[in-house]
């Protein structure tokens, strides 16, 4: 199952990718190849496949990916929490 984006994910990714959305979308490039290779494997195959512009489909892929794992982060936290 996925995690829950809330509206403060959502405001605090979108604030960080807005602040410079064509360096923000290269340091993902590079994020995700290291993190995840076949993440951005298939985020460049489907974005050279695409009708649309590759750029903003990739980067629209980029945000969901930055979204879910800060929700799987903050998930995690409350997982681990301890009083």
């Given at each position: 199952m996925?995690?829950?984006?809330?509206?403060?994910?959502i405001e605090q990714t979108l604030d960080n990718v807005m602040?410079?959305?064509?360096?923000?979308r290269k340091n993902m490039i590079h994020y995700i190849k290291e993190e995840n290779p076949e993440i951005n494997s298939a985020i460049?195959?489907?974005a050279q496949k695409s009708d649309l512009d590759?750029?903003?489909v990739a980067t629209g892929a980029y945000i969901t990916y930055a979204?879910?794992?800060?929700?799987?982060?903050?998930?995690e936290n409350i997982t681990n929490f301890e009083e």
């Open positions: 996925l995690p829950i984006v809330n509206e403060k994910i602040s410079d959305m064509h360096a923000w460049i195959e489907i590759p750029k903003a979204l879910l794992e800060q929700a799987a982060r903050e998930d």
